[in-house]
């Protein structure tokens, strides 16, 4: 279990649509094992010892958050997202940021990720102490990497030694990350997690190696995984 000596404060991204889940519904209200998909998620964090507070972003018509037992919850609060999901997330620093000391640390984790656990939460909280500058749960690329060419056929093989897929939660001190993020979408750069903010800010963030069941639910044949590894996770 990790110790913790500051306030940990863990960002949930929630105000997407799901568009590549191809269902009208947003992906994070499609029930697994009878919960929504966000209800795991908020609760992996809301149940965790050392995270006090939980700040999630969701869209602004949304009509199914308050529907969900888990937004009552005392450690939870609940913010507007934006367009895309770092603006999303710099939505939701700046409101942690108002509640709380601005060095506080920050778990910012995809809400499709359901499947997260505590074991993974401690590992990456316990890497403080060797990345202070922040770092990430990621894995190792295990397959040959094929760029693909304009016509459907492989246009080159990808070196895969250092290749890592990036997951979450990404772990940054407060204000650090939301200045940096801040600073990089006014200047129009393409911020797909936290770590390409702080990367382009020429900060380094430390890879954890972390579950590969830590799955990001995107496309329709993601959900019977995310059910089996719940279920496996208890
Ligand atoms: N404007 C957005 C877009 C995404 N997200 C969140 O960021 C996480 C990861 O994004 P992704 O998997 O791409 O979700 P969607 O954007 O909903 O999916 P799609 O790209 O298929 O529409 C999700 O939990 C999603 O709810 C967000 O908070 N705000
Ligand atoms: C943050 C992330 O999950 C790391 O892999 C990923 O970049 C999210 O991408 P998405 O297209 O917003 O799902």
Redesign the pocket.
Known sequence: MSETIDRIIAI??????????GVTL???YLTINHRAILSH?LNAFLSHPNIDKVVV???EDDPYFKELPESEHPKLLTTI?????A???LSALKYAEQNNSSDSWVLVH????PCITHDDIDKLLDARQEFPQGAILAIPVRDTMKRAGSDGTIDRTVCREQLWHAMTPQMFQLNILMNNLERALSEDVTITDEASAMEWANIQPGLVSGRPDNI???HKDDLPLAELYLKNNG
């Not at 995809?110 to 990720?113: I, L, Q």
Request: aromatic share 0%; no cysteine.
């Open positions: 949930i991204p929630a105000a997407g649509v799901g568009k590549r889940m947003p992906k994070q998620t972003a969701i869209g997202g934006g367009k895309e999901r603006d999303s997330v995809d809400a499709a990720r990001k639910v995107t």
